[in-house]
């Protein structure tokens, strides 16, 4: 079980839903389960960072999630 | 003379002096930051005296002395200004550099103990964006000491 | 200055960095140094309106011109749709990024490209672009945040739709997008809260003022692949837009890296590499371009201009429990301001339960902005630190203090999102708080101020080489160009780890040939995270030669170890073999000693700075004089604590500039009125006192030595800390940047 975190933004998407728990073990598992119950937010977090446990995790894909991780849906930054 | 050679060459009247040593000469340590005289990164020394290579027109140099930075070292050693910047970390992109060295040597051909005031305003004319000026200033402050020291006293020109 | 741990023998000393010898002597070669034989300049004719339709371009004249070869407009480039560079959401999108580069049916800015000539010399070009005629339909144009946000401004992108509104907008306008972060219940912390502070504050756009102009030299040959010779923040990516722009394979291009003159963000895009490679292609020559500064203000990226409005509310024991942020920056003529980082920075250094912050990113008829040091959170560390400021003094609670009680540490959650890992705020609070600038006298029209900025830092896509010469010297290889030093960081990891002198290692910039991807210089990347690749490609060498030591011994690996330089035997059977003898010996023992690591290190470790200003304002001439000025920083850890302390002065003094000097001044017709160096006034030496530096070191565990990035935070406090120090001196609040002397007079004369 992740737990996710859906920014002001995504919220649109979620119907107001600020977190939920989600049961996948890579970032790919979470965003297709995420489609199946808010469609269209994959296109959303297409192009955010995804943090995992307060870390950034660029090309999050295939990432894997440990029971409890914390993801949350950034815009992505680099920075100067 | 450049750098102590006697040197020929040909360029076009609207050619300034920076263009003449970098487009005709191939002379690239001294840069182009401005072309308006407002960065010091061109910084020449003329006849001892400093000036933007970018507000002079190369025509003018005729029979007169011009340092560039190509000429500051030694055959065997850096000049001091160019230790103690090594040394002390005056420079982080270095594009600044070459200018902030003639514009310290001509104030040290000047004054040769200069105050911490003193070499802030000397080097007033000179841009420097990355380092904030603090290690310049020290470095340059760290070059007169060298240089007054008594066994080098003696070398300097 | 804190002396660095020891127990290190390369990692946070201060050797003489391995470029610096060709940059105290004149020898490196920047972007403008390289020249081939016989090759073309080129030059770029710019739109004199802020927003006009093109009617038509006529270039009949100008193709006529002595010595012109080769003409090129928007019309020669690809017409690219939507599509963003990856991991850059509201940054790069390509199509946007085309459209820059060359007008294709409107202008958009006073400077914006509409046509580019190469010629047999820089004056012909100059000369050719001079005559091209072109037609223009002059639009109204919108200079200020205010107009564009209007709903009746004329609006620059007919299919421009906001995003991110609580419903789909039924038209175009300027506002490219709204950001929204909100927690808690704001009600329920305004009622809790003692006391409130609510000001608006706007600062102008400033540039990144890199020395280096903008520079290319490109030579595409007749089977299409090209060599171009530029100075950026990454030549990857130069390649990579510069391809995606023309519509040509990356393959086919090989970018060169010069020295780097400066970029703090402003050379992470592409302005001439395109125009370049194409006028090369079209003309069969090498193209050389080089902008002048007046073209370097007018059309390469400054920073946003922003207007915020900030509402902070605190109890008498100093908890801040309800905090608003309103927030639009300005993008310049397309969308893509740091809006994004602006509202998750705004007021990320405290932990406030209840938060609403609402950012909008806003076009208008100036040039696009481009990234600079920690893009967005300056500014809004501007307003938030300066109302900070204010609830201290009406708490009549110690700025510091009030910080403490209210700083972010390990564990607590961010108000973007994510938990914080382990981060240093509290200490630079402490440091400062105890330094003795902190607590030395003052003099009348003096003042003192504080100000604190965070920062996220960043890893990315990395590629780093470690090779060793038959002598036993080494090569560190990276793709990332040094701006500061990042050269000797890099040898100094790889000495530190392989046990030899850092100055028989080499440190090396490689091509986009030469070396596997790496990402910008950015983002106070490179010490991070080629910094982890370094160290673990020195580890596998190492690995590797205990290996092969154990060959040569005929003993098990295990019994081998790298002590020194050396590799030792733990039972003493042999004489340790030394880095040269295995290297020189490799022939035998498996072939060439070199190991290459990738990595998109996650963990780059927040970085937080506290900065303590004072000024003295001259109150007749309202003229404010930086007397003393502390940055104190959480480096992780400082490999070279030199380049640590210059990047804290540089970022700080970037930022005394912003505060006080620094801005883009148009006229009423949208043209630059300032673009050179005598009205836009960066500081100068003598304008300044030395920058005193403590670098704080809470190592960051994702890193083998705890570095963190430091390239940025430094720039995040300093007009906030400026700003309060003219309250503390003159008790007047400074909301508007910069504070230039006739607006500080205003200010004392507005009683
Ligand atoms: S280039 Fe001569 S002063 Fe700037
Ligand atoms: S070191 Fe970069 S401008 Fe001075």
């Known amino acids: 079980m992740a737990r996710v975190f859906f920014s002001t933004s995504l919220q649109q998407l979620t119907g107001g839903l600020e977190e939920c728990e989600i049961e996948a073990s890579t970032v790919r598992e979470l965003f297709a389960q995420l489609e199946d119950r808010f ?11 995804v943090a995992i446990d307060g870390d950034v995790v660029p090309g999050a894909l295939l990432e894997r999630l440990e029971p409890g991780s914390e993801v949350h849906f950034l815009p992505a930054i680099s920075g100067g | 003379m450049l750098n102590g050679d006697e040197i020929d060459f040909l360029c076009n009247d609207y050619q300034t002096l920076l263009s003449a040593l970098r487009d005709e000469l191939g002379m690239i340590g001294t840069k182009e930051g401005c072309g308006t005289g407002d960065c010091g990164a061109c910084s020449v020394i003329l006849d001892g005296q400093l000036v933007c290579s970018c507000l002079v027109f190369a025509p003018e140099v005729d029979g007169r002395r011009v340092e560039t930075i190509e000429g500051l070292a030694e055959v065997d050693h850096l000049h001091p200004l160019q230790d103690s910047f090594l040394e002390g970390a005056a420079f982080q992109c270095g594009v600044c550099t070459p200018g902030f060295l003639m514009a310290a040597k001509a104030l040290l051909d000047r004054n040769p103990s200069p105050t911490e005031t003193e070499v802030r305003y000397g080097v007033a004319g000179n841009l420097c964006r990355c380092t904030g000026y603090d290690k310049i200033v020290r470095s340059i402050l760290d070059a007169a000491a060298r240089m007054n020291e008594p066994e080098n006293r003696k070398e300097a020109p | 200055m804190t002396t660095t741990r020891t127990g290190y023998k390369w990692v946070g000393t201060r050797p003489v960095r391995h470029d610096g010898l060709d940059k105290v002597t004149g020898r490196a070669r920047f972007g403008a140094d390289y020249a081939t034989a016989g090759m073309l300049h080129g030059a770029v004719l710019r739109s004199p309106h802020p927003h006009a339709r093109i009617l038509s371009i006529d270039l009949t004249e100008a193709a006529a011109m002595p010595g012109v070869k080769a003409i090129i407009t928007g019309a020669d480039l690809p017409d690219l749709s939507d599509e963003f560079a990856a991991g850059s959401e509201g940054g ?27 010629a047999v010399t820089l004056r012909a070009a100059q000369q050719a672009a001079e005559v091209i005629e072109v037609e223009y339909e002059i639009l109204p144009a919108v200079l200020s945040l205010e107009h564009a946000m209007e709903d009746d401004a004329p609006v620059l992108h007919d299919d421009l739709f906001t995003l991110g509104l609580d419903s789909e907008p039924d038209r175009p306008s300027n506002i490219s997008r709204r950001r929204v972060i909100a927690r808690g219940d704001l009600d ?25 102009p903008h520079a290319v030299v490109a030579e595409t040959g007749e089977d299409g692949r090209s060599t171009l010779w530029c100075s950026s923040q990454g030549h990857f990516a130069m390649r990579t837009y510069t391809t995606k722009v023309l519509g040509w394979e990356p393959g086919d291009m090989k970018v060169i890296p010069a020295e780097i003159g400066g970029g703090f963000g402003g050379k992470t895009t592409i302005y001439l590499e395109p125009l370049a490679a194409l006028l090369s292609r079209r003309a069969g020559r090498a193209v050389k371009m080089v902008m002048t500064r007046s ?17 902070m509310g605190a109890r008498r024991d100093g908890k801040l429990v309800a905090a608003t942020a309103w927030m639009a920056y300005e993008a310049g003529a397309f969308p893509g301001s740091p809006i994004g980082p602006g509202v998750m920075t705004v007021l990320a250094c405290y932990d406030i339960p209840n938060v609403l912050i609402e950012g909008y990113d806003v076009v208008l008829n100036k040039p696009k902005v481009a990234a600079y040091r920690a893009p967005g959170a300056p500014m809004a560390a501007f307003a938030a630190e300066s109302v900070v400021d204010e609830l201290a003094e009406k708490l009549d609670m110690d700025p510091i203090e009030l910080r403490l ?32 600038h902190y607590a030395a006298p003052l003099g009348p029209w003096q003042g003192r101020g504080v100000a604190s900025g965070f920062w996220f830092n960043f890893g990315g896509e990395t590629t780093a080489t470690v090779s060793i010469n038959e002598d036993g010297t080494a090569v560190v290889m990276s793709g990332c160009p040094d701006i500061g030093g990042t050269r000797a960081a890099l040898a100094q990891m790889a000495a530190e780890e392989l046990g030899i002198d850092v100055h028989r290692i080499e440190p090396v910039v490689a091509d986009t040939h030469s070396i596997g991807y790496n990402d910008m210089t950015g983002g106070s990347r490179v010490a991070f995270a080629v910094g982890i690749a370094v160290v673990d490609a020195s580890r596998r060498l190492i690995k590797d030669m205990c290996a092969r030591a154990a060959l040569i011994w005929d003993v098990p690996a295990e019994e081998v170890e790298w002590v020194d330089g050396r590799a030792q035997s733990v039972t003493d059977a042999a004489a340790p073999l030394t880095l040269e003898e295995l290297a020189s010996g490799s022939a035998n023992t498996g072939g060439p000693l070199s190991a290459t690591v990738t990595v998109n290190p996650r963990g780059a470790g927040a970085g937080f700075s506290t900065q303590i200003c004072d000024v003295e304002v001259d109150p007749d001439t309202g003229l404010v004089t930086v007397l003393r000025y502390t940055v104190v920083q959480d ?9 640590v302390e210059g990047q804290m002065q540089g970022g700080a003094v970037q930022g005394i500039g912003w505060a006080l000097n620094e801005e883009y001044i148009f006229d009423r017709n949208g043209v630059m009125e300032n673009p050179g160096f005598l009205d836009y006034r960066m500081p100068v030496a003598s304008d300044l006192p030395m920058i005193d530096t403590v670098i704080v070191e809470v190592p960051n565990p994702d890193h083998p030595y705890g570095v963190r990035g430091v390239g940025e935070t430094g720039i995040i406090p300093p007009m906030a800390a400026v700003a309060n120090a003219v309250y503390a001196a003159t008790g007047k609040r400074m909301q508007d940047l910069p504070m230039s002397p006739v607006r500080v007079l205003e200010a004392l004369s507005g009683d």
């Open chain 1, 39 to 49: 469609p269209g937010i994959r296109e959303q977090l297409a192009s955010a960072a």
């Open chain 3, 188 to 212: 329920a912390g305004w009622v809790e809260a003692d006391v409130v502070v609510e000001r608006e504050y706007t600062t102008k756009a400033v540039h990144q003022g890199y020395i280096e």
């Open chain 3, 635 to 643: 480096a992780g850890r400082a490999i070279h604590p030199d380049y």
């Open chain 3, 295 to 311: 073209e370097v203000f007018r059309a390469t990226g400054p920073t946003s201009g922003s207007v915020m409005r900030i509402k």
């Open chain 3, 92 to 118: 790069i999108n390509f199509r946007d990024l085309s459209r820059n580069i060359l007008a294709r049916d409107k202008v958009l800015y006073e400077g914006h490209p509409v046509a580019a000539v190469a």
């Open chain 3, 405 to 436: 009680r209210n700083a972010v540490t390990e564990g607590v959650r961010a108000v973007y999102g994510p938990k914080f890992r382990k981060i240093g705020f509290v200490e630079t609070l402490e440091e400062a708080r105890d330094h003795p």
